[in-house]
């Protein structure tokens, strides 16, 4: 009930003209709702799949130029600094491929954390061998979350590591370098400080109560002077 709640709020803040929206890309429009690949079972009506992406970093004998892979949702977006990846005998391009998954479908999360959102899986080959790509400067991983995600997770060998990442609530996204491509995923804690996330909701909900009383007293009088 309480995600049902939270996405009532989160549909009539964005609404107003007072939020900014998306500060990670261009355009006004508010955040879509997120698409999840198995959503919880109050979301269930309405959720739309998720956009996974394939794209290429072009490459030259002397390292990649820059360029941004992002699904057609903007849920993930991996950013390739210029030199990113490695230069490769007879390459001219590497493919980069964004794989949305369930994580129920992995390990679970580090104590204390739950997921926030969908696992990306990001995988980048160079085009005619078909090897992996080498990183040889950070990229920048960006993932849309759902709720109020705090930190951002990427899986290295049996275990999820968190990277140190930047969060923009107002646009419910957030960012972190990596060196290494992988499985990245959003994540909160299990029980949030108190205050943290629903005291500025039931403030601007007393408020609201508030001000309606004060209007309908107001017109209580004037229709009945005396």
Do not use: C
């Not at 995600?149 to 957030?174: G, K, N």
């Not at 804690?189 to 209007?215: D, E, K, N, R």
């Amino acid at each position: 009930m309480s995600t049902v709640v939270f996405y009532m709020v989160v549909a009539l803040t964005a609404s107003s003209s007072l939020l900014p929206a998306r500060i990670l890309y261009d355009g006004n429009a508010p955040p879509l709702p997120y698409r999840w690949v198995v959503p919880p079972r109050e979301l269930r009506q309405g959720n739309q799949p998720p956009e996974g992406a394939t794209g290429s970093v072009p490459l030259t004998a002397a390292g990649s130029g820059s360029g941004s892979i992002s699904t057609g949702d903007a849920q993930a977006t991996v950013v390739f600094p210029q030199d990113a990846i490695a230069e490769s005998r007879g390459e001219a391009s590497a493919q980069i491929r964004i794989v949305p998954q369930d994580p129920a479908s992995g390990s679970p999360p580090p104590p204390g954390l739950r997921f926030d959102g969908n696992i990306y899986a990001v995988a980048g080959f160079y085009t005619l061998s078909r090897k992996p790509v080498t990183l040889r400067k950070p990229v920048s991983v960006v993932l849309r979350y759902p709720l109020h995600a705090t930190t951002l997770l990427r899986r290295t060998d049996s275990q999820w590591r968190p990277l140190q990442a930047e969060t923009v609530p107002s646009t419910l996204q957030i960012f972190a370098t990596t060196d290494a491509l992988g499985r990245f995923v959003a994540a909160a804690p299990i029980q949030p400080p108190a205050g943290s996330v629903w005291a500025p909701y039931a403030a601007a909900g007393l408020l609201l109560v508030l001000a309606a009383l004060i209007v309908r007293r107001r017109v209580f009088a004037t229709r009945n002077p005396g």
